[in-house]
């Protein structure tokens, strides 16, 4: 049952009190007694920006000083707010006390470079500066500066702030960021040389104070709140248990669980509604019992779209009503909505005409990359093909999805901590010969810097992208913020090779992101939800790759509702939402566009996902 959730009062609530478990009746726990940091983290999908933000609107309208922060590359604040995004804070017309910061990866690195030149002092001659600049020109500068903009906000106590809410990435990403405090602290205590791929140790070593006060703020339940976001869905809350799994040993213990988006059904009499209330139902009665000892709140699911402030302020209200309600609506007629859009059986067709190729499937968190890549694979070996399904997300969920094993698909994913270890190994390896014991001992202290992971996870993406030179490799790729991460190192790298082999038989070399760029060998499909976030984000992730010079090969619309021909009033309220973007998408936004209707039966499992793209005749047998 959805539990109320009235805006906040004036109340000074800087200190933890602990509910019990379940849905807790009237105001949410994490309103009515917030602690400094709230972290909003969860699966990609389950409403983490939305609920982020309705937060931090309804204690600024309680009249409490509130800074809003995204860590998503990918982030979608802009649209959701009304606002331009700046790297500092930015006022929220219409909020009083509410401000907005987005933490740009590409400006954080430019800042933490400079204030490293700077460091060096008037002496350093221009080849030291271009030494120095040079380090600092990869991914792991990029991640690093990031996170140093996000300990500042909590070492330094945010004082200007009553409280501070994190809109994260989705989970592997943020799990990622979170563990960074403890790891570069590690790294750094008795370390008097810092990291080769981050420039001079003092450039490092004067933020050592700042990450172990973000630390000890992270690990402090009456500062820190993580609220873990799911749907009434069994994979986001097997997520949700995980991460909470995960949190505790990096010390933030103090947790919540809100489950979104709970639908409960007005039509009895309408299958796809009651289908739809079942599953969540379901997912709920078995919810991982970690999970069971959590304070909670639910929040049901809304008619309309978190857009605007009305409607943020809506989706926490007691009544849901962001404006006039919507004038009810007959169920569409079949041809509604224009021609009917191919499935995913005509576009696994188109694919396995190619014989072989990379095939990367891309798009916000939560909008069912996964399954249509586990589709596409399974497609694929359908049509004679043999396949490699591999995922670069480090929260994967590929197994699960299949759920068994298919002759001529091999499965695997890119593990962080398998491909760091591989890598530590093989630099080792190849050094060690040419190296004394102590110089060995550098180097082995030098490769415990947490940025090794980023490098080795980009060596074990090249290795993949090679294989698909003489068969499929169809990756399932981590949601939009983190796979922009993985292009920018590519493209550093790409950058490098350049310029180490120019006028040495530069035309001779082929980098991944002159792969990438291959239309001819490299198929990005984007998958998006018939909404206007996801569809947006999308959008922005088309205009990245376009910049970078890839081009998307196919757009999929994933869960639509409009073939259903639902006749509850809720879900026929989120119908016309649907097809305004069916309608952009076909405005030119999508070069080619294929749909996979909503499914009474979740498409996990081998059998459900071959009939997703099953040819007619295999669909008559």
């Given at each position: 049952?959805?539990?109320?959730?009235?805006?906040?009062?004036?109340?000074?609530?800087?200190?933890?009190?602990?509910?019990?478990?379940?849905?807790?009746?009237?105001?949410?726990?994490?309103?009515?007694?917030?602690?400094?940091?709230?972290?909003?983290?969860?699966?990609?999908?389950?409403?983490?920006?939305?609920?982020?933000?309705?937060?931090?609107?309804?204690?600024?309208?309680?009249?409490?000083?509130?800074?809003?922060?995204?860590?998503?590359?990918?982030?979608?604040?802009?649209?959701?707010?009304?606002?331009?995004?700046?790297?500092?804070?930015?006022?929220?017309?219409?909020?009083?006390?509410?401000?907005?910061?987005?933490?740009?990866?590409?400006?954080?690195?430019?800042?933490?470079?400079?204030?490293?030149?700077?460091?060096?002092?008037?002496?350093?001659?221009?080849?030291?500066?271009?030494?120095?600049?040079?380090?600092?020109?990869?991914?792991?500068?990029?991640?690093?500066?990031?996170?140093?903009?996000?300990?500042?906000?909590?070492?330094?106590?945010?004082?200007?702030?009553?409280?501070?809410?994190?809109?994260?990435?989705?989970?592997?990403?943020?799990?990622?960021?979170?563990?960074?405090?403890?790891?570069?602290?590690?790294?750094?205590?008795?370390?008097?040389?810092?990291?080769?791929?981050?420039?001079?140790?003092?450039?490092?070593?004067?933020?050592?104070?700042?990450?172990?006060?973000?630390?000890?703020?992270?690990?402090?339940?009456?500062?820190?709140?993580?609220?873990?976001?799911?749907?009434?869905?069994?994979?986001?809350?097997?997520?949700?248990?995980?991460?909470?799994?995960?949190?505790?040993?990096?010390?933030?213990?103090?947790?919540?669980?809100?489950?979104?988006?709970?639908?409960?059904?007005?039509?009895?009499?309408?299958?796809?509604?009651?289908?739809?209330?079942?599953?969540?139902?379901?997912?709920?009665?078995?919810?991982?019992?970690?999970?069971?000892?959590?304070?909670?709140?639910?929040?049901?699911?809304?008619?309309?779209?978190?857009?605007?402030?009305?409607?943020?302020?809506?989706?926490?209200?007691?009544?849901?009503?962001?404006?006039?309600?919507?004038?009810?609506?007959?169920?569409?007629?079949?041809?509604?909505?224009?021609?009917?859009?191919?499935?995913?059986?005509?576009?696994?067709?188109?694919?396995?005409?190619?014989?072989?190729?990379?095939?990367?499937?891309?798009?916000?968190?939560?909008?069912?990359?996964?399954?249509?890549?586990?589709?596409?694979?399974?497609?694929?070996?359908?049509?004679?093909?043999?396949?490699?399904?591999?995922?670069?997300?480090?929260?994967?969920?590929?197994?699960?999805?299949?759920?068994?094993?298919?002759?001529?698909?091999?499965?695997?994913r890119i593990d962080p901590k398998v491909e760091t270890q591989r890598y530590i190994d093989k630099v080792v390896a190849a050094r060690s010969p040419r190296l004394d014991a102590q110089e060995r001992a550098l180097l082995l202290e030098d490769l415990q810097s947490p940025c090794t992971e980023e490098v080795a996870v980009f060596h074990a993406f090249s290795r993949i992208v090679g294989e698909a030179r003489t068969a499929f490799v169809?990756?399932?790729?981590?949601?939009?913020?983190?796979?922009?991460?993985?292009?920018?190192?590519?493209?550093?790298?790409?950058?490098?090779?350049?310029?180490?082999?120019?006028?040495?038989?530069?035309?001779?070399?082929?980098?991944?992101?002159?792969?990438?760029?291959?239309?001819?060998?490299?198929?990005?499909?984007?998958?998006?939800?018939?909404?206007?976030?996801?569809?947006?984000?999308?959008?922005?992730?088309?205009?990245?790759?376009?910049?970078?010079?890839?081009?998307?090969?196919?757009?999929?619309?994933?869960?639509?509702?409009?073939?259903?021909?639902?006749?509850?009033?809720?879900?026929?309220?989120?119908?016309?939402?649907?097809?305004?973007?069916?309608?952009?998408?076909?405005?030119?936004?999508?070069?080619?566009?294929?749909?996979?209707?909503?499914?009474?039966?979740?498409?996990?499992?081998?059998?459900?996902?071959?009939?997703?793209?099953?040819?007619?005749?295999?669909?008559?047998?």
């Amino acid at each position: 049952m959805h539990d109320k959730i009235p805006e906040p009062g004036h109340e000074s609530g800087h200190r933890h009190e602990a509910a019990p478990p379940g849905p807790q009746a009237g105001r949410a726990g994490f309103i009515a007694h917030p602690t400094r940091y709230l972290f909003f983290t969860g699966k990609g999908g389950v409403g983490k920006t939305s609920l982020s933000t309705a937060t931090a609107l309804a204690l600024a309208d309680g009249g409490r000083r509130v800074l809003l922060v995204s860590t998503d590359a990918a982030s979608n604040l802009d649209e959701m707010l009304g606002i331009e995004l700046r790297n500092a804070p930015v006022p929220v017309p219409g909020a009083p006390g509410l401000l907005v910061l987005n933490i740009d990866p590409g400006h954080a690195a430019e800042s933490y470079r400079q204030r490293v030149l700077a460091g060096l002092g008037a002496d350093a001659t221009a080849e030291e500066r271009a030494t120095v600049r040079e380090q600092l020109s990869g991914a792991c500068t990029t991640e690093i500066a990031s996170f140093d903009e996000f300990s500042a906000l909590l070492a330094d106590g945010a004082p200007s702030w009553d409280h501070v809410v994190f809109d994260t990435a989705p989970t592997g990403h943020t799990l990622r960021l979170l563990s960074l405090p403890k790891a570069w602290t590690g790294f750094l205590q008795g370390n008097d040389r810092g990291a080769a791929c981050l420039g001079p140790h003092s450039g490092l070593k004067m933020q050592e104070a700042r990450f172990r006060a973000a630390l000890d703020a992270l690990g402090d339940p009456s500062r820190t709140t993580v609220i873990l976001v799911a749907r009434p869905d069994r994979g986001a809350l097997e997520e949700a248990a995980r991460t909470a799994a995960e949190l505790r040993p990096l010390g933030l213990g103090n947790q919540r669980l809100v489950v979104n988006g709970v639908f409960h059904a007005s039509d009895h009499g309408d299958d796809v509604a009651c289908a739809i209330e079942a599953l969540g139902r379901q997912a709920l009665r078995e919810m991982p019992p970690a999970l069971r000892e959590l304070p909670q709140d639910q929040v049901a699911l809304r008619p309309f779209d978190t857009v605007g402030l009305p409607a943020l302020r809506a989706l926490l209200a007691a009544e849901a009503t962001p404006g006039p309600p919507p004038a009810p609506t007959p169920a569409p007629a079949p041809d509604a909505d224009g021609p009917a859009l191919p499935g995913l059986a005509a576009l696994a067709d188109e694919l396995a005409a190619a014989g072989h190729g990379l095939i990367m499937v891309m798009g916000k968190g939560g909008v069912g990359k996964t399954t249509i890549a586990a589709a596409l694979a399974v497609g694929l070996v359908q049509r004679g093909q043999t396949v490699h399904l591999s995922t670069t997300d480090p929260a994967a969920h590929l197994a699960g999805t299949l759920q068994g094993r298919l002759p001529g698909l091999e499965l695997s994913r890119i593990d962080p901590k398998v491909e760091t270890q591989r890598y530590i190994d093989k630099v080792v390896a190849a050094r060690s010969p040419r190296l004394d014991a102590q110089e060995r001992a550098l180097l082995l202290e030098d490769l415990q810097s947490p940025c090794t992971e980023e490098v080795a996870v980009f060596h074990a993406f090249s290795r993949i992208v090679g294989e698909a030179r003489t068969a499929f490799v169809v990756l399932d790729t981590a949601p939009t913020g983190h796979s922009m991460l993985l292009m920018d190192a590519t493209g550093a790298y790409h950058r490098q090779m350049t310029r180490e082999f120019e006028g040495h038989g530069a035309a001779r070399i082929v980098t991944p992101l002159m792969r990438l760029q291959d239309a001819s060998y490299t198929r990005i499909i984007l998958v998006t939800l018939p909404e206007v976030t996801p569809v947006s984000q999308a959008a922005a992730l088309q205009d990245d790759l376009r910049r970078a010079g890839i081009e998307p090969n196919a757009w999929v619309l994933n869960k639509s509702l409009l073939a259903t021909g639902t006749r509850d009033p809720l879900l026929r309220s989120r119908l016309a939402a649907e097809r305004r973007q069916v309608e952009r998408l076909r405005a030119g936004l999508a070069r080619r566009l294929h749909a996979l209707p909503w499914r009474v039966v979740p498409p996990v499992g081998l059998d459900e996902l071959s009939r997703l793209v099953a040819t007619p005749a295999q669909a008559a047998a």
